[in-house]
């Protein structure tokens, strides 16, 4: 098990709504990285959070937004949710940007948007 | 657009037999390879990981092949058991830039018969 705790574990939501996913890093790392997972699919890159500041996007639209803490943690936030927005939406931690540094991945959230 | 192909979709070999995946990969700034293990309801978990200086990596059962004229790498588990029933992705990640993120594979969902 790594230490990247993510919550909620589940999670239902309406067609239009808005939605908040957290996500604590590992002990000692101050990069944070969020994928989506589509059912039977490998996980899609979000965005990624170094120190506060975004440092990268993927092709997500921006009503997908995140933030970063001061202790490294970090939020999804999902607006106006679409039916496609069903999945596990993963974040993983690593210790820097560098390429030596591993990313290790929470358990997900599943989102499930009815 | 793709840039990590993998193959093939699902496997099914005998407990001590050996699971060969393959991924390929378009993108000749990638110049970090690691393997995935995701089992249901779980985020995936680092395996193994090589890097393009090095034309195999071996730790305990599992190996990684590397072909870097060929744009090609694979993972080998030798003596396959039950419990390596998994589904595995292979990803590719740039060590320099903005966003070191991973770029994964669709996934391989291997079966290991008793």
């Known amino acids: 098990e790594t230490g990247v705790t993510q919550s909620p574990t589940h999670l239902i939501k309406t067609r239009g709504q808005q939605v908040t996913l957290r996500c604590s890093s590992q002990s000692g790392h101050n990069t944070v990285s969020w994928y989506q997972q589509a059912l039977g699919q490998g996980p899609q890159f979000i965005f990624q959070?170094?120190?506060?500041?975004?440092?990268g996007r993927g092709n997500f639209p921006p009503r997908f937004s995140g933030l970063q803490f001061p202790n490294y943690s970090s939020e999804l936030n999902v607006n106006a949710l679409e039916l496609d927005d069903s999945a596990l939406y993963l974040c993983?931690?690593?210790?820097?940007?560098?390429?030596?540094?591993?990313?290790?991945f929470g358990p997900g959230t599943r989102l499930t948007v009815t | 657009q793709q840039q990590v192909k993998q193959s093939p979709q699902s496997l099914i070999v005998q407990k001590g037999g050996i699971s060969i995946i393959n991924c390929a990969y378009e993108?000749?700034?990638?110049?970090?390879f690691p393997w995935y293990q995701q089992f249901p309801g779980k985020g995936p978990a680092l395996l193994i990981a090589?890097?393009?200086?090095?034309s195999e990596k071996k730790e305990g059962r599992f190996t990684i092949s590397f072909n870097k004229s060929a744009k090609q790498f694979s993972l080998h588990i030798m003596d396959s058991q039950p419990g390596d029933s998994a589904t595995y992705f292979c990803a590719a990640r740039r060590s320099s830039g903005s966003a070191r993120q991973l770029t994964f594979g669709s996934g391989t969902q291997l079966t290991v018969l008793p």
């Open positions: 993108n000749t700034a990638f110049d970090y």
């Open positions: 993983a931690s690593s210790a820097g940007l560098g390429g030596t540094y591993e990313q290790y």
């Open positions: 959070y170094y120190r506060e500041e975004e440092n």
């Open positions: 090589i890097r393009p200086d090095v």
